[in-house]
């Protein structure tokens, strides 16, 4: 089995170098080339010390190269209502805010939203848009991956289509339903997994059915020709889990972490592995820490990868996200 080293540095250690409260299941996003900082996180739960846990909008920005956070100040106009489990995506100078929870208040069971909102990364302004085409249906645990100029959507119900939101024109954005196949048949349905954009191709793994046991079976989607394909890597399959985080370094995609319900039926066990595999479908990669104390387990910390580094960017903890979000949607 390959095997690739790598080491934990924690960052923003200072309590003035990090956002005000510690949070969880916020969207986060690399920022374009060019910007003044390098990732950015949205909503999410906070939390404050006696554990009361709030929804919220607010945005943070990361700046790598001074390893320190800094609060957005969102221009003068409409903003988006809480959420979080909502996606992300960065498209030019836009950050497109896709559906989510709210989880709304004295546990009413809140709202699965079907909004799409889009951020002016220049200015911070921003201002909901109603896509031509398709309406997108409430959804949340979700995943979103940009590749051009369009955003591919996949949520529990995309078993023979996918939403594809074409931003080229960001003013008339369409959302589309489009079809997909396989020879061997279709992802099946999941939500708390991953999909990763390399190369003109869309790599899904793992996640937790709405129905049944976790998964941790690896898919391609050839967006050329809207096509699945299940991938069976060389090496140690990973332990079926949800929630882990994922990123592409050039053809790699690194995994990180997750959890999985025991079978004694003691809970949800965080993992706190890492491993790869080449976007082709190659051997998988056992990751090596290094001595550097790793970060704590946690369910799916946001990531973003910046252009001037290759490294992972783990932001805060995901903690039992899955254990506060009600299991059916609209």
């Known amino acids: 089995m390959a095997s690739a080293q790598l080491e934990w540095q924690e960052v923003a250690t200072d309590p003035s170098e990090r956002p005000t409260l510690p949070r969880s299941g916020h969207s986060a996003a690399p920022l374009p080339a060019g910007h003044a900082e390098d990732t950015i996180i949205i909503g999410g739960y906070t939390e404050t010390a006696d554990k009361q846990r709030e929804a919220c909008i607010e945005a ?32 030019g100078n836009h950050l497109w805010l896709i559906g989510g929870w709210d989880p709304g208040h004295n546990k009413d ?11 002016d990364l220049q200015d911070y302004s ?12 409430a959804i949340s645990r979700f995943q979103a991956a940009a590749v051009s100029q369009k955003i591919y959507i996949h949520t529990h119900r995309s078993i023979d289509d996918i939403l594809v939101l074409d ?48 998964l941790a079976d690896l898919w391609v989607l050839d967006l050329a020709s809207m096509q699945w394909r299940q991938l069976r890597p060389e090496g140690a399959q990973p332990h079926v889990r949800c929630s882990q985080t994922a990123a592409a370094v050039g053809d790699q995609i690194y995994y990180h972490g997750g959890s999985y319900y025991r079978e004694d039926g003691s809970g949800l066990q965080p993992l706190d592995d890492n491993f790869g595999t080449a976007a082709e479908g190659g051997a998988a990669e056992e990751q090596e820490e290094e001595a550097a104390t790793p970060p704590r387990r946690r369910l799916q910390p946001a ?28």
């Open 126 to 137: 921003w201002q909901q848009v109603k896509p031509e085409g398709e309406a997108l249906p």
């Open 60 to 91: 943070w920005t990361f700046l790598l190269a001074e390893k320190r956070w800094c609060a957005v100040s969102y221009a003068a106009g409409p903003v988006p209502r809480v959420r979080l489990a909502a996606q992300a995506v960065v498209v």
């Open 303 to 330: 990531e973003g990868v910046t252009d001037d580094s290759p490294a992972e960017l783990l932001t805060c903890d995901y903690s039992g996200l899955e254990d506060h979000i009600p299991v059916s949607e609209r």
């Open 167 to 214: 931003v080229a024109s960001p003013d008339a954005p369409m959302l589309a339903k489009v079809g997909v196949t396989g020879e061997a048949g279709t992802p099946p349905s999941r939500g708390l997994h991953t999909l990763t954009a390399v190369g003109g191709k869309l790599y899904l793994f793992a996640g937790a059915p709405q129905r049944g046991g976790m």
């Open 109 to 119: 069971g809140g709202a699965f939203l079907d909004d799409i909102w889009r951020l």
